[in-house]
């Protein structure tokens, strides 16, 4: 059973990814199969022992599913799904260089994440935020939620329903692009790192 929907969710991520390079060239090498996370949990540390993952994933991205470097993030779980990307648990140098550069860059900024058809999907940066500004950046900062982010992800939840609708790749399609920007600006960053 599980091969059968693995099968089927490569699929999925093939056609996402010949769309997707249409208007992200960078990805267009990507194999399905290499973007695809184990079914297999990591138990050693958990009081959950259960070995198989709940969910199917699949992180789309130029450098490896493994890698700091924003990109399109799948996730299919009866309840919980949804559609994200950007860089998650990066290391502290790599944080602060990109908080740095929204600061130095806050226009470009905030053309992106305040421009209404992102923020359609994408309301939130970032998972967990810190209370009060990270240390070294000016007290004054105008904009001081865009430098909080302990991480800069955003995501978007879609119900399972979603799938019903014939014109659904359409709309997975639609919101990648509206995810496109923010991941050139997070990634040239980043770039300087990898």
Request: proline share 5%; with cysteine.
């Given at each position: 059973e599980y091969q059968n929907a693995q099968s089927s969710f490569e699929n999925l991520l093939a056609d996402?990814?010949?769309r997707i390079?249409?208007?992200d060239e960078s990805i267009s090498h990507v194999r399905p199969h290499d973007c695809t996370y184990r079914i297999y949990r990591d138990v050693r540390?958990?009081?959950?022992?259960?070995?198989?993952?709940?969910?199917?994933g699949g992180y789309i991205n130029a450098r490896g599913k493994k890698s700091n470097h924003?990109?399109?993030?799948?996730?299919?779980?009866?309840?919980n799904c949804m559609l994200a990307g950007g860089s998650w648990c990066m290391p502290s140098n790599m944080l602060k260089a990109v908080r740095q550069s929204v600061v130095d860059n806050i226009e470009e900024y905030r053309a992106i994440v305040e421009?209404?058809?992102?923020?359609?999907?994408?309301p939130v940066i970032g998972e967990e935020h810190l209370k009060t500004l990270p240390k070294g950046f000016p007290k004054d900062f105008p904009y001081p939620e865009y430098i909080k982010c302990k991480d800069y992800t955003v995501a978007y939840s879609i119900p399972d329903s979603f799938f019903d609708d014939p014109c659904f790749i359409?709309?997975?399609?639609?919101?990648?692009?509206?995810l496109?920007?923010?991941?050139?600006?997070?990634?040239?960053?980043?770039?300087?790192f990898e």
């Open positions: 996402i990814i010949a390079s249409l208007f540390f958990s009081a959950d022992k259960s070995p198989y993952k709940n969910h199917i924003c990109g399109y993030y799948v996730h299919l779980q009866p309840g421009d209404p058809d992102f923020k359609k999907y994408f359409e709309e997975i399609i639609n919101v990648f692009r509206q496109k920007r923010f991941a050139d600006f997070t990634n040239y960053t980043i770039d300087d």
